[in-house]
């Protein structure tokens, strides 16, 4: 049924009135659009009051016709959203992959700069110079740990020198050539550090076996070692010098002490090399022979130099006094002198003569033991 055909179809609106109402309305809208915006200073106070009315009302209505848009444009978005979710997700999904690949990457980074920021922290007391060296091949067999960096005599590395990481000793070079060095670990079979108990200061020998903790052997003294007491470099036989760390006690499965070694808490690819000979190389010799005197405080007396006395002549010396002797009864009789002039002093040598000497003896009087004279 058409809308000529319903009831409504006879309705006829006349267009006079309504293009008058729709005047009437449009003015009053006007008006108050006027009165709002006006700024005049007379009549403040109606002014104020107009305004306020018509801001009362227009909040509402302002509501009122928003509120279709509002909804249109929720609804709008809410369908696209869901026409649209698949390739979304599709999209978030390909970026999260991207991030994640990056995130390992800035972790990976973050690690490296850490053990560098380590590595370069490193110190001796007293201070010995370092070459750094990053750790290219790996050498292993079932008894063999070695492994070759990419540092040699370009870098005054040498046989022997001690290699550290940023968590203790790694193990000693024990070959070299241009741009390589082979590293020698603390596991090795072949390998023996001198170390010491840090708490007691007893020396041991770490004894490498091919397992992941080596051997503490050779140790003196009663109870030297206990569970966990660290252990250091002990510097006997200037092979390395003291006090590097190396680990931790701890008693094997075996029975016998070990050490968990703390090079081995990260992996060995970032090491130092100890550029160390012997501990001449840690004097300063120069120094050490300038033998310059303290200079003397203010007001200080000057040291005294004493002199020898020159030699005297023979004959200027005095002649010390006569002694006298011992009674001769005081002696036995085997030990007694035979009798001759006694020795007197000046005052009495014109008082009394000298004594006789003893007559010699006969020439053929045989001695008592019946041997010839001679």
Known sequence: MSLRDSTFGELKVPLAWTAAV??????????????SDRRGVAQSEAYGAARQAVDAVAVPVGEVLSAPLRWTGAGVQSVRGYFFAVSENRRLKAELKEMRQWRD????LRDTNDRYRALLGLRTDPPIPMAAAR????????????????????????????????????????????????ILLLTDVASRTPVMIDRTNARAILTGDGGPNPRL?????????????????????????????????????????????????????????????????????EQLNKMTAPPLAAG????????????TPPAALPKPAATPRPAAASRPAAQRPAPGPAPASPEATDARPAAPSPPPAAANTPPPNGMPPF
Request: proline share 5%; charged share 20%; aromatic share 4%.
């Open 22 to 35: 729709a005047a009437i309305v449009a003015a009053i809208i006007a008006a108050g659009l006027l009165i």
């Open 105 to 108: 990457v800035a972790l990976a």
């Open 135 to 182: 750790v290219v091949s790996d050498s292993r067999g079932p008894f063999a740990n070695a492994r070759l960096a990419n540092a040699g005599r370009e870098k005054g590395v040498r046989e022997g020198h001690p290699v550290v990481n940023e968590n203790g000793l790694v193990g000693r070079v024990v070959g070299v050539t241009d741009g390589a060095s082979r």
């Open 217 to 285: 052997e050779y140790m003196r003294g009663q109870d030297p070692v206990r569970e966990g007491d660290r252990v250091v470099t002990s510097g006997d036989g200037g092979l390395m010098p003291r006090g590097l760390p190396v680990g931790v006690a701890a008693k094997g499965l075996d029975g016998r002490w070990r050490v968990v070694l703390g090079a081995d808490s990260s992996a060995i690819d970032y090491v130092r090399i100890l550029l160390f000979q012997d501990f001449s190389q840690l004097v300063n010799a």
């Open 300 to 311: 200080a007396p000057a040291p005294q130099v004493t002199t020898m006395p020159t030699a």
